[in-house]
Antibody
């Protein structure tokens, strides 16, 4: 069974750094893209970027380029999303999801990581 | 960026009704479109890929059609467990983009 298990909820202060994780199992980690999607409270889905763990090829949405860093560790089949300096506007649910070899669909999704940034 | 516009934004229907949601792309995206279901408090789930292909395990009451700029998602007979928000998503070009969502409620 393909599974993506994300790290737990985080509460941070503005300016702090954060790295959340997405551990996958049930398929070859290096053969599929993994994407990250943001969902702000009560809002829709926003694509942030994708990474191909096989060669670490990474693509970002222009809206998130320079704001976050996506990475992957092949040795432990885990993808990451990190911030160097959080803002209150980063408060949201963040989902990872497996994408296809062609980076077109997302299936399945992780359970989500809620990030709350508040002073 | 390719803009995806869904309508309606919300919809109230009765059990057994036929429900239709539309998604319009700001440019021709061929059939490079997916549909997702997100139930309250849950992660999204892929229902339809490549505009009209039903993902494995998804009930046959769900269907999708369209190509170019205009797409349709249909539930042939609404069930209580279909209460959710539905999103379209294009993959013709990066950045991948989602529609704003259609919230479906039971009347």
């Amino acid at each position: 069974e393909v599974q993506l298990v994300q790290s737990g909820a985080e509460v941070k202060k503005p300016g702090e750094s954060l790295k959340i994780s997405c551990k996958v199992s049930g398929y070859s980690f290096t053969s599929y893209w993994i994407g990250w999607v943001r969902q702000m409270p009560g809002k829709g889905l926003e694509w942030m970027g994708i990474i191909y763990p096989g060669d670490s090829d990474t693509r970002y949405s222009p809206s998130f380029q320079g704001q976050v860093t996506i990475s992957a560790d092949k040795s432990i089949s885990t993808a990451y999303l990190q911030w160097s300096s959080l803002k209150a506007s980063d408060t949201a649910m963040y989902y990872c999801a497996r994408s296809s070899e062609q980076a077109n669909w997302f299936d399945p999704w992780g359970q989500g990581t809620l990030v709350t940034v508040s002073s | 960026d390719i803009q995806m516009t869904q309508s309606p934004s919300s919809l109230s229907a009765s059990v057994g009704d036929r429900v239709t949601i539309t998604c319009q792309a700001s440019q021709d995206i061929s059939n490079y479109l997916n549909w997702y279901q997100q139930k309250p408090g849950k992660a999204p789930k892929l229902l339809i890929y490549d505009a009209s292909n039903l993902q494995t395990g998804v009930p046959s009451r769900f269907s999708g059609s369209g190509s170019g700029t205009d797409f349709t998602f249909t539930i042939s007979s609404l069930q209580p467990e279909d209460i959710a928000t539905y999103y379209c998503q294009q993959y013709d070009n990066l950045p991948l983009t989602f529609g704003q969502g259609t919230k479906l409620e039971i009347k």
